[in-house]
C-alpha cells in the first residue's frame, strides 16, 4: 500500500498543523514531569490519598485535548465554534490544567511532608533537637513560610510566561523540605540516643534535687527537735520573770 492510498483511506493522519504539533510536545513533556509530582505527591501522604484536585485538572485537561482530536480528526462533526483558533485555544487550557494539577501535587507533597516531620521529631526534647540539628528551627521557619505561601503559589499559574519557571522555584523549595526530611530519618539513631542520655541526666538531676531535699528536710526536722527538747530541759524558773521586790496588794 502506498502512501497516497494510505493518506487517502485514513485523512486524519496529516490533520494537525505545526503549531498543533508544538503544542502536543508541550503538553507531553509537562504532562511526563506533573505524573512524577502526582506519584510522589501520593506516596508521601501519610494515608497514601489520591488527591482528587489534580484529578480534576487531568479530567479537564483531557476534556481539551479530545476537543482537539474530534476537530482535527472528524471535521465532518462539525463543531460549533471550530474556527481557525479553536485548537490552539484548547491546547493551551489542556496545558494550563496540567500546570495546575502539578501544583496542586506539590502543594500536596508540601503539607505531608511538614506533618511527616513533625511526627518524626514528636516525643524528642527541644534541646535534643537543638543540639542533634541544629539548624532545625532555621528549616521549620522557612517551612511555615512556604506552607502560607500555598495559595500565592496557586494564584500565579496563570502568569502566562512566567508559570514554568514559577512552577521550577516550587519544585526547588518543596526538594529542599524532601532532602531535610530525609536528613531528619537518617538522624533518628542519633536523636533516640541523644533523648537516653538527657533522659538519664534529667533523672540524675531530680535524684539529686530529691536526696537534698530530704537531707534538708531530715535537717531541718532534728533542728527543730533539738531546740523543743532544749526547751523542755530548761528549769522553769528561767522562763520566770526576775522577782525586783515589788511588794503584792494587800488582800481584801
Known amino acids: 500500500m502506498d502512501n497516497d492510498t494510505g493518506s487517502q483511506e485514513r485523512p486524519y493522519v496529516n490533520a494537525f498543523t505545526e503549531r498543533d504539533c508544538e503544542q502536543f510536545r508541550e503538553l507531553a513533556l509537562l504532562h511526563r514531569d ?46 460549533d465554534g471550530a474556527d481557525d483558533g479553536y485548537c490552539e485555544k484548547n491546547l493551551q487550557k489542556a496545558v494550563g490544567h496540567v500546570f495546575r494539577a502539578a501544583f496542586d501535587a506539590l502543594d500536596g507533597t508540601l503539607l505531608s511532608l511538614r506533618e511527616r516531620i513533625r511526627d518524626t521529631l514528636e516525643g524528642y526534647e527541644v534541646q535534643v533537637i537543638r543540639d542533634v540539628i541544629p539548624d532545625y528551627w532555621q528549616h521549620k521557619k522557612e517551612l511555615d513560610k512556604l506552607t502560607e505561601a500555598v495559595a500565592s503559589h496557586r494564584g500565579r499559574i496563570d502568569v502566562g510566561k512566567d508559570v514554568g519557571e514559577t512552577l521550577n522555584r516550587y519544585i526547588d523549595d518543596v526538594e529542599k523540605f524532601k532532602v531535610f526530611h530525609r536528613t531528619l530519618l537518617d538522624a533518628g539513631p542519633t536523636l533516640d540516643e541523644c533523648q537516653r542520655k538527657y533522659k538519664n541526666q534529667n533523672t540524675a538531676v531530680f535524684w539529686r534535687n530529691l536526696a537534698a531535699g530530704v537531707i534538708a528536710a531530715i535537717l531541718g526536722g532534728l533542728v527543730v527537735l533539738g531546740v523543743q527538747r532544749f526547751n523542755s530541759a530548761t528549769p522553769e524558773s528561767v522562763h520566770q520573770p526576775a522577782d525586783r521586790g515589788v511588794p503584792a496588794p494587800p488582800a481584801d
Open 34 to 79: 506533573a505524573k512524577a509530582l502526582i506519584l510522589y505527591s501520593e506516596e508521601i501522604d501519610p494515608d497514601s490519598r489520591s488527591n482528587l484536585q489534580t484529578i480534576k485538572e487531568l479530567r479537564d485537561a483531557l476534556d481539551h485535548l479530545m476537543r482537539v482530536m474530534l476537530a482535527r480528526m472528524a471535521p465532518e462533526e462539525g463543531l
